[in-house]
């Protein structure tokens, strides 16, 4: 039997990017979120567009789900395997790092925590797993937001909340921010949700790339960030190979 | 300066696998080979003990190079290993006498019928704390020499060595038939059903009972000390360890306390208690186990409840009634739904073990009505792994002068918060993870290195012991007895169910 194809897993990857909210998407969102290059997404967009699929908005050029698809349903990784399948990875990654990890999947314009590891200091901790955090102000939220699996509703949210003076609440610094992520591949939130702490976060990749969940640690902003406020250049190594162990065993094959 | 590692191995029922260790107890490199499963006959289970030393020649280099670490760097290697499999081989060639016949293997359930009518269970118990079991490695040598012709001659002669898979392994790595270490340690021992679980020596009137040959058998020796050089593989580098598999996650959970207890939650469930030197007889249906000796201490003494079927259970629901398509999926299921809706599900699939001890009993499922969901059918098989624990911690609190405080826990399914948070809420005390799942193989480094001084006491591995999970007990009292009594009255109902083949 042949291995699986890749163009099939990246189309079906980009039809659950688009599934994952209401915006439509144009050719250079959907090339950027999934880090495919855009001729190869625009093939691939032509074709699911061929099998009605995806349909192409006459005004804007941008994508959306077809009508056929609305009968197919969608599936997502089940939350609970994706903890399965990271634990050894989440628990390498407190021990090295020193810090608690939390692994985040969106839930209604939220990030629902469905990991979280210690840190390996045996202080009184209490498992955070069901909590919610803000999308635009935590690091496994913004992960979310640059690669497209999660997306702010500006219906329900005129504006973003500001937890500190350094959260973004400006929708064009945010934007800049998660572009600046997307070309990183990484994410960082410095006292943007509470004063004194910071977290690092990046994506966990399925098939074809598709970005379906972010794994961060955090801790008070003198350990995870240098004298000048800066990520300590270690923990975003190691949060980096978490990210891509996690990533290759869920069969995201080129992470 | 050169940065030195433990080496463990652990030679599992399913594979072999070497994984190196730095000084804070953090996992460096891991290699693993699984090997085959042979099934020659319904109840049969067999390994290739020349293909498992195979794979481990295989393992140990990949582990070390994966990671660039040579043999120098190697301060100590200690071993862990599925218990009671047995393997017999010829002294002089080295070459194994037939497959390995493994723990799982149910074919001296006869000979178990016949011992325990005759001389009966107690003869056994106040010898080697065991009772009769087609786990245990004397009635496999038995059955062996009653069904392989001269066989038991040889062994007479000296001809034939007796091991377990640690014997095995440590003969070969020493030097096999060219003056090989021929030896064991208690925790081993104390599973065949030929120690004597007192002098932890072997035991004269058990080996005249099963017709064993002194000569064949391996020294006994303490887990944690340092039994020689490997001379193959691993040259000049010190094997200081070996222990049965699930003591070995005892002591990488770090139980060193009488009252310390961890539970290991894989197909089955392995729960084992520290009762300090005291050697404790269960009068509630556990088996007296030896925990661990360190080098000339007194040994540490434990005891053992097994529970048959765990993560089997959500196995089954998965691949039998495929109602999930992975098994993290049940916890997902079993979320759908506030409660069990008043289902129980007994998983007495091939009869109950610990602490009932019933081979009469099979599978049940109470309580169902027509407002019975698959979601409450996935809580039942989840809540099964709950209170099959509470009865094993029942019986340990009652034969034990130390109740278990919190219980410590490894194994696959402890991913599964629901389930954990249920087993916090129906033992009423905290349940714990380690940051390290791999405790087996921790537990053997740590012997390991506890003897070569890589490390210095055992309030150091103490300290490498760090919680990365913890879940609090947070369920009304009343609703626990009540819940309690409800699986209490579903076990009746399963026991029983399998009747003796008439006498025609």
Not at chain 1, 20 to 46: F, N, Q, Y
Not at chain 2, 83 to 92: G, P
Not at chain 2, 128 to 143: D, E, N
Not at chain 2, 174 to 184: F, W
Request: proline share 5%; aromatic share 6%; charged share 20%.
């Amino acid at each position: 039997m042949a291995g699986p194809v890749q163009s099939i897993e990246r189309a079906a990857a980009i039809l659950r990017l688009l599934a994952g909210g209401p915006r439509r998407l144009g050719l250079g969102e959907v090339a950027a979120s999934l880090g495919l290059a855009k001729g190869t997404a625009h093939g691939i967009l032509r074709t699911l567009q061929h099998v009605d699929f995806v349909e192409q908005d006459e005004a804007t050029g941008k994508y959306q789900l077809g009508a056929a698809l609305l009968h197919l349903g969608t599936s997502y990784l089940d939350v609970n395997e994706l903890r399965s399948r990271s634990l050894n990875w989440a628990d390498a990654l407190a021990a090295r790092s020193g810090e608690s990890v939390r692994l985040g999947t969106p839930l209604e314009g939220s990030v629902l925590i469905v990991h979280h590891v210690f840190r390996p200091d045996d202080t009184f901790q209490t498992l955070d797993v069901g909590a919610l955090l803000p999308l635009h102000a935590s690091s496994l939220g913004k992960v979310l937001l640059a690669y497209g699996t999660a997306i702010t509703e500006p219906a329900q949210q005129p504006e973003l909340e500001a937890y500190t003076r350094h959260t973004l609440v400006d929708p064009r610094q945010l934007a800049q921010a998660l572009a600046e992520i997307r070309d990183l591949g990484w994410a960082a939130e410095v006292q943007e949700m509470s004063m004194g702490e910071a977290g690092l976060a990046a994506p966990i990749r399925g098939h074809g790339g598709l970005v379906v969940g972010a794994i961060g640690l955090s801790g008070p902003v003198e350990r995870i960030c240098d004298s000048h406020n800066r990520p300590r250049p270690h923990l975003i190594t190691l949060i980096r190979e978490a990210a891509r162990a996690i990533s290759r065993d869920l069969g995201a094959t080129r992470w | 300066m050169v940065e030195r590692y433990v080496m463990s191995i652990d030679q599992g029922t399913n594979s072999t696998r070497c994984i190196l260790f730095d000084h804070r107890g953090r996992l460096v490199s891991v290699a693993q080979k699984p090997h085959q499963q042979h099934f020659p006959r319904p109840g049969w289970v067999e390994h290739d003990a020349l293909e498992i030393w195979h794979n481990l020649q295989r393992a140990v280099p990949e582990a070390l190079s994966d990671v660039g670490v040579g043999t120098d760097q190697v301060a100590a290697v200690g071993l862990a290993n599925q218990r009671e499999t047995t393997v017999l081989w010829d002294r002089r060639t080295g070459a194994p006498l037939g497959r390995a016949i493994v723990w799982q293997d149910t074919r001296t359930a006869p000979l178990v019928e016949d011992l325990l009518q005759r001389p009966g269970e107690e003869f056994f118990e106040e010898r080697c704390s065991l009772p009769p079991s087609t786990y245990f490695s004397a009635l496999r040598v038995r059955w062996l020499f009653d069904h392989v012709k001269g066989l038991q001659e040889r062994a007479q002669d000296g001809e034939v060595l007796f091991g377990t898979m640690e014997t095995w392994l440590i003969w070969n790595l020493t030097g096999g038939a060219d003056g090989g270490l021929h030896i064991t340690d208690v925790t081993n021992a104390s599973r065949t059903m030929l120690m004597n679980t007192r002098t932890l020596t072997w035991d004269g009137e058990l080996l005249e009972f099963f017709g064993v040959p002194r000569p064949m058998l391996p020294e006994i020796r303490s887990s944690a000390e340092t039994y020689g050089e490997a001379r193959a593989l691993l040259p000049g580098v010190l094997i200081t360890a070996a222990l049965g598999d699930q003591q070995a996650a005892l002591f990488g959970q770090t139980c060193f306390s009488p009252g310390e207890a961890k539970c290991t939650y894989g197909t089955g469930g392995f729960l084992l208690l520290n009762t300090g030197n005291e050697l404790v007889r269960s009068r509630h249906g556990l088996l007296t186990t030896i925990g661990y000796k360190i080098g000339d201490q007194q040994p540490v003494y434990a005891l053992e409840g097994s529970i048959a079927v765990t993560g089997a259970l959500v196995q089954w629901f998965r691949d039998r009634l495929g109602m999930i398509s992975s098994a993290a999926e049940i916890e997902t299921l079993a979320r759908t739904v506030e409660d069990n809706g008043g289902c129980y599900i007994v998983p007495a699939f091939s009869g109950l073990f610990a602490p009932h001890w019933r081979s009469d009993a099979r599978g049940v499922i109470v309580g169902l009505t027509s407002y019975i969901t698959k979601g409450h059918l996935a809580r039942a098989v989840l809540e099964a792994t709950g209170w099959q624990t509470r009865e094993v911690v029942d019986a340990m609190n009652a034969d034990s002068s130390v109740a278990i405080e919190q219980l410590k826990v490894d194994g696959g399914m402890t991913a599964d918060n629901l389930l954990m948070q249920f087993v916090a809420d129906v033992l009423d005390v905290p349940v714990v993870r380690p940051m390290v799942a791999e405790t087996v193989s921790l537990g053997a480094a740590y012997a390991a290195g506890l003897a070569a001084g890589y490390w210095p006491d055992l309030e150091v591995l103490r300290r490498n012991w760090h919680r990365a999970a913890q879940w609090l007990p947070d369920m009304d009292p009343a609703l626990r007895e009540s819940e309690y009594d409800n699986w209490k009255r579903a076990v009746e109902r399963s026991l029983g169910w399998v009747r003796a083949p008439e006498s025609s």
